[in-house]
């Protein structure tokens, strides 16, 4: 794989497209309009990665800017954006500059975007309060800034304002076409990565050599910066998570076992793909742990099926490991613009908030379900990215399941 | 360093670096105190969002912290699973973090009392790049309605005040940050050749500085005035080009920070006279940031060695956890730090920017530590414009 040409960016159609449904769920909300207030920073805000990562995410999905507030109304009038110097790009031409020529509160301008917009007695559908369906799911008590948000209350006393997590974030949910091929860049960029770790990783290297391997590669072909998190550590025995390099003390050894998340950034959009890597022989009593993993993986995909609600999914995939002596658990959850849902984890495997949504075709999703044996001593996970179409979930990248072993 | 055992299904445990010795956490936190105590305050408070605070007073990855000024325990509530020898037994939770933090506050019994919320606002020494702070909305709103007649009231530079005096574990880990960013710029200087694509130049650099064990933190590379803190795939370096860098990096949670730019070609006769400037500006500032000068004694000094085809202005901020100040730069122009007294023990990143009337500007600088002789250079690259045929 070689470094392309520089994205151009989505195409206007690609913002007409998401505004447009942004709006008519707005409609269907009852909302004046989608109001993107300023979010914390990732490197404050910082829960997870997804999460660091999906703050500021439904700014950047409605202008392709970095950091931006936005007022969108419903009836269809134009948006007026905020971003901090007033910078525009290809979709937005004249954002208005929160600070002007020195850094101040984001408060006045966003309340004066709001009154403009003739929204003083409205009902406005407010991004990033809390927990939505299909976006900020990790963030629980979401990730507005509070003061310039506190600013815009008091400035708007008779206007009422609602949670619209899911009006912004189940347009998200639904991937065009431009952002499939994004996201399927995103992970032929991290199975690149993969592929530098799988040639790096041999006993006696530092794990922080082997982790800076992996992330320049995947610089190199046009990532943006994603943090690898890696877990390194005799097979059976349990890993700390690094989101940076390890410790430069801690070396590779015969019989670890390398798991870990491998993303990279590509049109905002974030793929996932992952790879056990074991350094040694894979046991004998891991093959039938391994190999349920594998057969669930594909039999998960062929239940994604449009229209099907994902309880069927969940319970199908809880309840495969028994049938064999073994035991598995749904993992799975939505790619896009950082902390997408559904997240669908071991720690919430009946996910009650969740069940009764159906799969869409242009749904995204990193599905690794994870595999145990009886005694949950051996768990195995593999997976990367997939997009739902009228067949069911297909991989975007094409890699075989299992366990490498480096020997 | 433990290893705690991660629970069963409980989420994963994330190592951050965490090498700063009980003696550290003990200083900081008496010097939060004492600066609370002096406020008014009868606790400060970090909250969601306060991610920079949270990690320097606990050393954990993601934490809210309690800490009482009148001596008692803090109390500290933390994510998945995260401990470590400043804060062996936090309390722990999962993603839900507004009523922990706001039992945390009852335990302490500070409904009715003056609480101190670090990151409530933008600050002159910390968090001075975000005017409207970096509490989260909800969860702040929550502890409030549970604390209703308590007073939260803004502490930013009741930790930022401790934050802006380094002490020698930080400076040594500074110190190291220093090296591995002269590494990047190295690399950034042995890398960048005519033609090279951009994306490939960064992730050189980022390797260096990776391999030597730095945390991540983005690499700013210029080019021709427009800047890219990720790699720019397809745009490559031509003849012409002027490429800035601000290399940083990151050790025991210390952000140091490399500025040097490369021009691709042979720069015009009227350039030296700006880079000869940016000089003596540099060397001006050393002089003159002793303790007990202030930054307007900075900011005096160097407005005097404008010329008439010359402008020069003063481009310093703080170093240390990260969004440290003061910030002094074309948009904060420092008025507001105009009194601030340099210390020893300060670190700043600093690089005078001087612009030449044909639009040429030139910066160079890196890390700089006040001691108690005055300021004190890092780096050990040599001043000037790297050349590039």
């Known amino acids: ?407 | 360093m433990s290893s705690p055992r991660e629970p069963s299904r409980g989420g994963p445990t994330v190592h951050v670096w965490n090498g700063y010795s009980l003696a550290e956490r003990d200083r900081r936190w008496a010097a939060v105190r004492a600066q609370a105590a002096a406020a008014g305050l009868d606790c400060v408070w970090v909250p969601l969002g306060d991610g920079v605070d949270g990690r320097y007073l606990t050393q954990l990855r993601c934490s809210s912290i309690v800490l009482p000024s009148d001596g008692r325990d803090a109390i500290v509530v933390a994510d998945r699973g995260s401990r470590n020898s400043w804060v062996p037994e936090p309390r722990l939770i999962g993603r839900d973090w507004p009523e922990p933090m706001a039992q945390a506050l009852m335990d302490a019994g500070m409904e009715g009392r003056r609480i101190g919320v670090v990151g409530l606002h933008g600050g002159v020494l910390s968090h001075v790049r975000a005017a409207d702070g970096v509490a989260v909305h909800s969860a702040l709103e929550h502890v409030r309605q549970r604390l209703p007649r308590a007073e939260f009231v803004d502490a930013t530079d009741v930790v930022g005040r401790v934050r802006y005096v380094k002490s020698e574990e930080e400076i040594a880990c500074l110190r190291r940050a220093v090296e591995i960013a002269e590494a990047g710029v190295d690399e950034l200087i042995a890398g960048a050749t005519p033609g090279v694509d951009m994306a490939g130049l960064y992730a050189r650099v980022m390797g260096r500085m990776l391999r030597m064990g730095s945390e991540y933190y983005p690499l700013a590379l210029s080019l021709d005035g427009e800047r890219h803190t990720n790699p720019a795939a397809g745009l490559s370096l031509e003849a012409g080009t002027l490429l800035g860098s601000e290399v940083s990096a990151v050790w025991g949670t210390q952000v140091a920070q490399q500025d040097q730019p490369i021009f691709f070609g042979t720069p015009s006769a009227s350039w030296q006279a700006a880079i000869d400037l940016q000089r003596r500006a540099f060397e001006r500032g050393l002089e003159i940031m002793k303790p007990g000068a202030t930054v307007g004694e900075l900011l005096d000094g160097i407005a005097a060695l404008r010329t008439p085809e010359l402008r020069v202005a003063v481009l310093l901020h703080g170093r240390g956890a990260g969004d440290d100040g003061p910030l002094v730069s074309p948009r904060s122009s420092g008025e507001a730090a105009r009194s601030l007294r340099f210390e020893a023990g300060n670190a700043f990143v600093w690089k005078p920017a001087v612009t030449a009337k044909d639009g040429f500007a030139f910066t160079w600088g890196g890390t700089v530590i006040i001691t108690s002789r005055g300021a004190e250079k890092l780096f050990q690259q040599e001043h000037g414009l790297v050349r590039r045929a």
């Open chain 1, 1 to 407: 794989m070689t470094a392309t040409a520089a994205w151009q960016g989505y195409s206007l159609a690609e913002r007409d497209r998401r505004w447009a449904k942004v709006r008519a769920n707005a409609a269907k909300a009852e909302l004046d309009c989608v109001f993107v207030p300023l979010c914390v920073d990732g490197r404050n805000l910082h829960l997870s990665l997804e999460q660091a990562y999906g703050n500021r995410s439904d700014g950047r999905y409605l202008t392709q800017m970095e950091n931006a507030s936005v007022v969108l109304p419903t009836d269809g009038r134009e948006p007026i954006v905020i971003n901090d110097r007033g910078r525009p790009n290809a979709w937005v031409a004249s954002p208005r500059a929160a600070e002007g020529d020195s850094r101040g509160s984001w408060g006045p301008a966003m309340a004066e975007a709001l009154l403009e917009l003739g929204m003083e007695r409205a009902r406005i559908g407010v991004t990033g309060l809390g927990r939505g369906k299909v976006t900020h799911g990790r963030a629980l008590a979401g990730s507005i800034s509070h003061e310039a948000y506190a600013y815009v209350l008091a400035r708007l006393p008779n206007a009422t304002f609602v949670p619209a997590d899911d009006v912004v974030g189940f347009a998200r949910y639904v991937k065009s076409d431009e952002e499939i091929a994004c996201l399927r860049r995103g992970a032929e960029i991290a199975t690149a990565g993969i592929e530098r770790m799988i040639e790096v990783a041999r006993p006696g290297v530092p794990e922080a050599e082997l982790y800076a391997s992996v992330m320049e590669r995947m610089l190199e072909l046009g990532s943006e910066y994603y943090p690898v998190a890696l877990y390194s550590s005799p097979l059976g025995e349990p890993s700390l998570r690094y989101e940076d390099p390890p410790p430069l003390e801690r070396m590779l050894q015969r019989g670890y076992l390398l798991t870990h998340e491998t993303a990279a950034v590509w049109g905002g959009i974030i793929a996932q793909e992952l790879q056990p890597i074991l350094l040694g022989r894979l046991p004998e009593q891991w093959k039938p742990v391994v190999e349920l993993q594998t057969e669930l993986y594909w039999a998960g995909l062929e239940r994604m099926l449009p229209g099907h609600p994902f309880h069927e999914l969940i319970d199908f995939v809880n309840a495969f490991g028994e049938q064999r002596g073994l035991k598995s658990l749904i993992l799975m959850h939505g790619r896009g613009y950082g902390d997408d849902g559904p997240l669908l984890t071991p720690q919430d495997k009946r996910a009650e908030h969740f069940r009764d949504v159906p799969f869409e075709v242009g749904n995204c999703f990193v599905w690794k379900p994870i595999a145990y044996s009886a005694d949950e001593r051996i768990q195995h996970s593999w997976g990367g990215c997939i997009v739902i179409t009228e067949r069911g979930g297909e991989p975007l990248v094409r890699r075989a399941p299992g366990v490498v072993s480096v020997l």
